[in-house]
C-alpha cells in the first residue's frame, strides 16, 4: 500500500513512518510539509491512505485536499496531539481523527479501511443539459466559500461546452487555484480556465481567479471582458465575491448569479445590489449549506431571488440564461 504522511514536524513524521513500516515492511511512503506539497502528491501518485496532522488539517484551503480525497477514495486521518484541542476548520464528522501516540494501536482498521474504500458516488460529468439553446449576451457569476469545493463540482457538472460564460470566486488560498481549476475541469465538459486580464468571456468557458492577487472583476467594453484588479481586501477577501458581483451591475440584466455555502457576509451586498440592477439571482438554502452564512445574509437583505438546494442550482442558472426571467 502507498501512505502519504503530511506533518509539519520530522520528528512526527518519521515516528508515523517507523509505526506504518514496523506492521507493513512492503509500504510505500510519500511525505509533504505543507498542504501544496500534499495536493500534488496525492493527484499525482493517488496514495491509499493519507495521515494529516491537525495543524495543517484546521487550514481553510484543505477543504480542496477533502475535495480531492473524496473523488480518488483516499482514506484520511488527522494526527491530533493528545494534549491539546484544536478547533479543526470545517471538517467532516466522519473524518477520522485519532491521537498521534495511538497510532499503532488503530493501524490494522485503518488499513484495512483504506482498503476496503469505495469511490464517492457522483452525478454524471457528462451528461447534457436539458436546455440547449442560451441567450448569447447572458452569463453566470457564482461566489463560494466553506463548503464550496464540493457545491462548485456538484454545479459545474451541469455546465458542457456550450453553456454561458461562467465567472466563480471561491475563497481558496492563492497557491490552491490552480488545483481547484484542475478538479473542476475534470468535473464537467467546459473548460474551466484561470482569468486573464481583457479576456472576453466566451461560452463553453468557465473563468476563476489565478490567485489571491487580484480581485476578478467585470469590464463593459465592446462585449464583457475580465479584468483583474489590483485592489485591498473586499468584505475580508482578496479575491472578494462582492467585487466581482458589483463589477457586474452595468450588464445586471444579462446576469444570473448564485450565493453558495459559506461563513460570513461576502457577496450578500453585491447579490441584492444585482437582484434590485435586474438580475436573476439564487442562495443556496440552509439544509444543503455547510455553513448557512453567506446566503442566509443575503436572503436577509432581500438579495436572493429563489432559494435552493445545491442540486437544483446547476440546472436552475442554465435555465435562468435561455430567457428573461422575473424576480
Given at each position: 500500500?502507498?501512505?502519504?504522511?503530511?506533518?509539519?514536524?520530522?520528528?512526527?513524521?518519521?515516528?508515523?513512518?517507523?509505526?506504518?513500516?514496523?506492521?507493513?515492511?512492503?509500504?510505500?511512503?510519500?511525505?509533504?510539509?505543507?498542504?501544496?506539497?500534499?495536493?500534488?502528491?496525492?493527484?499525482?501518485?493517488?496514495?491509499?491512505?493519507?495521515?494529516?496532522?491537525?495543524?495543517?488539517?484546521?487550514?481553510?484551503?484543505?477543504?480542496?485536499?477533502?475535495?480531492?480525497?473524496?473523488?480518488?477514495?483516499?482514506?484520511?486521518?488527522?494526527?491530533?496531539?493528545?494534549?491539546?484541542?484544536?478547533?479543526?476548520?470545517?471538517?467532516?464528522?466522519?473524518?477520522?481523527?485519532?491521537?498521534?501516540?495511538?497510532?499503532?494501536?488503530?493501524?490494522?482498521?485503518?488499513?484495512?479501511?483504506?482498503?476496503?474504500?469505495?469511490?464517492?458516488?457522483?452525478?454524471?460529468?457528462?451528461?447534457?443539459?436539458?436546455?440547449?439553446?442560451?441567450?448569447?449576451?447572458?452569463?453566470?457569476?457564482?461566489?463560494a466559500s466553506t463548503g464550496g469545493i464540493d457545491a462548485l463540482i456538484t454545479i459545474a457538472q451541469h455546465?458542457?461546452?456550450?453553456?454561458?460564460?461562467?465567472?466563480?470566486?471561491?475563497?481558496?488560498?492563492?497557491?490552491?487555484?490552480?488545483?481547484?481549476?484542475?478538479?473542476?475541469?475534470?468535473?464537467?465538459?467546459?473548460?474551466?480556465?484561470?482569468?486573464?486580464?481583457?479576456?472576453?468571456?466566451?461560452?463553453?468557458?468557465?473563468?476563476?481567479?489565478?490567485?489571491?492577487?487580484?480581485?476578478?472583476?467585470?469590464?463593459?467594453?465592446?462585449?464583457?471582458?475580465?479584468?483583474?484588479?489590483?485592489?485591498?481586501?473586499?468584505?475580508?477577501?482578496?479575491?472578494?465575491?462582492?467585487?466581482?458581483?458589483?463589477?457586474?451591475?452595468?450588464?445586471?440584466?444579462q446576469v444570473t448569479a448564485a450565493l453558495l455555502t459559506g461563513m460570513g457576509k461576502d457577496g450578500a451586498?453585491?447579490?441584492?445590489?444585482?437582484?434590485?440592477?435586474?438580475?436573476?439571482?439564487?442562495?443556496?438554502?440552509?439544509?444543503?449549506?455547510?455553513?448557512?452564512?453567506?446566503?442566509?445574509?443575503?436572503?436577509?437583505?432581500?438579495?436572493?431571488?429563489?432559494?435552493?438546494?445545491?442540486?437544483?442550482?446547476?440546472?436552475?442558472?442554465?435555465?435562468?440564461?435561455?430567457?428573461?426571467?422575473?424576480?
Amino acid at each position: 500500500m502507498k501512505f502519504l504522511i503530511a506533518h509539519q514536524s520530522q520528528l512526527s513524521m518519521g515516528r508515523v513512518r517507523r509505526a506504518i513500516a514496523a506492521a507493513h515492511p512492503q509500504a510505500q511512503f510519500l511525505t509533504a510539509t505543507s498542504l501544496t506539497e500534499a495536493y500534488n502528491l496525492s493527484e499525482h501518485h493517488e496514495p491509499d491512505c493519507v495521515f494529516i496532522s491537525e495543524t495543517l488539517a484546521s487550514l481553510p484551503e484543505c477543504e480542496l485536499l477533502l475535495s480531492l480525497f473524496g473523488i480518488l477514495k483516499i482514506t484520511c486521518v488527522v494526527l491530533t496531539e493528545a494534549n491539546t484541542r484544536a478547533e479543526v476548520y470545517a471538517l467532516p464528522d466522519s473524518l477520522a481523527k485519532i491521537p498521534e501516540a495511538d497510532l499503532e494501536q488503530h493501524l490494522g482498521k485503518i488499513v484495512k479501511a483504506a482498503g476496503q474504500a469505495t469511490p464517492v458516488a457522483r452525478a454524471d460529468p457528462k451528461k447534457e443539459s436539458a436546455v440547449s439553446n442560451y441567450d448569447p449576451n447572458k452569463f453566470i457569476l457564482i461566489g463560494a466559500s466553506t463548503g464550496g469545493i464540493d457545491a462548485l463540482i456538484t454545479i459545474a457538472q451541469h455546465f458542457g461546452e456550450n453553456c454561458p460564460p461562467v465567472l466563480i470566486v471561491q475563497h481558496t488560498g492563492g497557491s490552491f487555484a490552480k488545483s481547484l481549476i484542475r478538479l473542476l475541469n475534470s468535473a464537467c465538459r467546459a473548460t474551466v480556465t484561470p482569468a486573464e486580464d481583457g479576456l472576453d468571456i466566451e461560452p463553453g468557458h468557465i473563468y476563476l481567479a489565478p490567485d489571491d492577487r487580484f480581485h476578478l472583476t467585470l469590464a463593459q467594453r465592446r462585449r464583457p471582458s475580465i479584468h483583474l484588479k489590483s485592489h485591498d481586501l473586499i468584505s475580508g477577501h482578496r479575491p472578494s465575491i462582492d467585487a466581482l458581483f458589483m463589477s457586474a451591475l452595468p450588464l445586471a440584466p444579462q446576469v444570473t448569479a448564485a450565493l453558495l455555502t459559506g461563513m460570513g457576509k461576502d457577496g450578500a451586498a453585491g447579490l441584492t445590489e444585482l437582484r434590485r440592477a435586474g438580475a436573476h439571482t439564487i442562495g443556496q438554502d440552509q439544509h444543503t449549506s455547510v455553513v448557512y452564512g453567506m446566503p442566509r445574509v443575503a436572503m436577509e437583505m432581500g438579495g436572493v431571488c429563489l432559494q435552493l438546494p445545491l442540486g437544483k442550482i446547476g440546472p436552475a442558472l442554465l435555465k435562468a440564461s435561455a430567457g428573461k426571467m422575473r424576480a
